[in-house]
């Protein structure tokens, strides 16, 4: 059986979650166009949910970090500049195919979850659609709204301003490893407010759907 027929027969079962293991991720591209823009690199971090217990715990053992081979020269200067992967180590990335697979297989049935999602889920499953085949099953919140939501009259929407409302500092803004461990502590700093509302990943759900219902200045 192909990978591929492997992650449709995954989609087309029951959707499961590990309500327990959520993996938090970020994505470094060679532009803001999820359409159009090379996938460079993702990093990811779970997080253990205790939920009679209502403990989050950040694991940095459980984590994920790879950069992507790109067949040809993918970011400008600036670009490059700005995340840090040259075009060495582009082109010596990790084959793309390869790399999905160890990233479907490292997700596994965790939901997922990256500040701004939209971004990160377009992108990612745009390229595993493309090289594995079929889409990943696994259901995606953004932490964003989770902020919003949870804290209604902090005048915030960037990740920068989040973390300096919260005072985390992140010393290597915009390189995905790092970008996604302070996303893990923004989501420590908000995790009282989500128990207090929370008892399950399907609550989490409807606790970010809320946000649209939100006035924001």
């Known amino acids: 059986m192909s990978w591929g027929d492997r992650l449709r027969g995954w989609f087309d079962a029951p959707a499961s979650v590990d309500e327990t293991r959520w993996v938090v991720l970020d994505v470094e591209t060679s532009g803001l166009d999820a359409q159009r823009d090379q996938l460079l690199a993702i990093a990811a971090i779970a997080v253990q949910v205790d939920w009679p217990a209502r403990r989050l715990s950040i694991t940095p053992g459980d984590s994920f970090e790879l950069v992507l081979r790109q067949s040809e020269v993918a970011s400008a200067r600036d670009n490059i500049l700005l995340h840090g992967i040259g075009l060495q ?4 990335g990790e084959p793309m195919p ?6 479907a297989r490292f997700v596994g049935s ?3 979850l990256a500040f701004h999602a939209p971004f990160d889920q377009a992108m990612i499953g745009r ?8 889409a990943l099953p696994n259901r995606w919140v953004d932490i964003e709204q989770l902020c919003a939501v949870t ?3 902090v005048r915030a929407r960037a990740l920068d301003e989040w973390l300096a409302h919260f005072s985390i500092v992140c010393a290597n803004r915009h390189q995905a490893a790092a970008d996604t461990l302070a996303e893990c502590e923004l989501l420590l700093r908000i995790w009282p407010q989500m128990a207090g509302q929370c008892t399950c990943w ?3 759900e409807k606790l970010a759907a809320q946000q649209r219902w939100i006035a924001r200045a």
């Open 127 to 134: 390229f595993v659609l493309e090289h594995l085949g079929a």
């Open 151 to 153: 804290h209604e009259k």
């Open 89 to 92: 180590r582009q082109r010596e």
């Open 98 to 103: 390869d790399g999905l697979r160890a990233f």
């Open 202 to 204: 399907r609550d989490v």
């Open 110 to 112: 965790s939901p997922l």
